[in-house]
């Protein structure tokens, strides 16, 4: 391989088409009525923003659970609130849609008009406290452990920590794959997991590594104390 092309950006997108490659292969059986995987249908937009943002190494890794309704789902970004993902990280390009949708569940892209409070709060908080993205990246960056979203016959979502272990298994082995090979590729300091989930997940997997994990409260509105 050129030289040029074995970047750190480059290396997490390799490491993203291979979770995409793995998780494409699984089933789910109900509860779970409809998965989407933005790793494909917002593959340019999730390419774009590792691509952008995800050069050299860094201090911090944010670890959210997975893609929320309309935030990730929409526009491909781990915790992509619309207007964040659009005015502050300058990213927008075209959004497929999943080869089956839940009528109540629709992905229009960047012209979805609900706001993904949880991103809203996180990506709030980086901006205010670093002003610009480029500061921000320079020594953090945010990912998600699973990059799919399901979604019950009623349109409610299903986390994957409900998933049966049968399912559990093969999901959690291709996540905990990607996250390792992340890890080996941005050298972080610290883990900072998003939530319990993610907390587990991260600690599972890298407990034997020299990175640190650590946890912030999920920024859910069902969280009050976030």
């Not at 923003?49 to 190494?57: A, F, I, N, T």
């Not at 890890?183 to 993610?198: H, M, S």
Request: proline fraction near 8%.
């Amino acid at each position: 391989m050129n030289r040029s092309q074995d970047t750190v950006s480059n290396r997490l997108i390799r490491a993203a088409l291979a979770l995409n490659a793995a998780v494409g292969r699984l089933v789910f059986a109900s509860p779970v009525a409809y998965v989407y995987n933005p790793l494909q249908y917002a593959w340019g937009p999730h390419r774009d923003y590792l691509g952008r943002y995800g050069e050299g190494v860094k201090q911090v890794m944010f670890l959210g659970m997975n893609p929320g309704p309309f935030g990730m789902v929409q526009t491909g970004v781990p915790f992509g609130e619309v207007a964040t993902v659009r005015d502050w990280l300058g990213l927008r390009g075209p959004v497929g849609r999943p080869d089956r949708q839940h009528p109540a569940r629709p992905v229009t892209g960047f012209a979805c008009k609900r706001s993904e409070v949880s991103g809203r709060r996180l990506w709030g908080l980086f901006a205010d406290r670093f002003g610009s993205p480029n500061a921000f990246f320079a020594r953090h960056i945010v990912l998600n452990y699973c990059p799919l979203a399901f979604i019950e016959k009623s349109g409610r979502n299903r986390t994957p920590d409900k998933l049966p272990r049968k399912e559990k298994g093969p999901l959690f082995a291709a996540c905990d794959a990607h996250l390792s090979a992340a890890v080996a590729v941005l050298q972080p300091e610290w883990v900072i997991a998003v939530g319990d989930f993610a907390f587990q997940r991260a600690r599972a997997v890298l407990g034997s590594c020299k990175v640190r994990v650590g946890r912030i409260l999920h920024p859910s509105p069902a969280n009050p104390a976030a």
